[in-house]
């Protein structure tokens, strides 16, 4: 969150670079609305969606509806300052600790601050333009 205003992508890709320290790695296209609030705020938070969740990912992958990303689904904010989905199945709310720029992506590598594990269920999985 900049400038108390929310921002969000679907990340087609989230690692785990390492267990001690604990660290995650994140892809982001430039061209994305949230890549600049990412750069800026140094957080972000990643959560994890459930089945059912489909109509919010569809929200946060279209550029069209670009101002209903947060009009669907229970959202808070996490301590730190973060947008968190109160029914995910897990988030993680993360510091960068380091930008790598590559091409048309940064690649952001963040330290979690704070993880949840939230609600228990099967996650939302896409597959050949489809979710299962």
Avoid: K
């Avoid at 890709?13 to 390492?18: E, L, R």
């Avoid at 510091?95 to 594990?117: C, G, K």
Wanted: hydrophobic letters at 40%; a negative charge.
């Amino acid at each position: 969150m900049v400038d108390d205003r929310r921002s969000g992508l679907v990340a087609t890709s989230v690692i785990s670079v390492s267990a001690d320290p604990a660290s995650l790695l994140v892809c982001t296209n430039h061209a994305t609305s949230a890549h600049d609030a990412i750069d800026r705020a140094g957080m972000f938070c990643v959560n994890i969606l459930g089945e059912g969740d489909e109509e919010i990912a569809a929200q946060f992958s279209s550029s069209q509806r670009r101002d209903e990303r947060f009009l669907t689904g229970n959202w808070q904010v996490g301590p730190g300052g973060m947008p968190v989905l109160g029914t995910a199945l897990a988030w993680f709310e993360c510091a960068v600790e380091v930008r790598l720029a590559h091409h048309s992506h940064t690649i952001f590598i963040a330290r979690p601050t704070t993880i949840d594990l939230g609600s228990p269920g099967r996650p939302l999985v896409y597959y050949d333009q489809t979710f299962l």
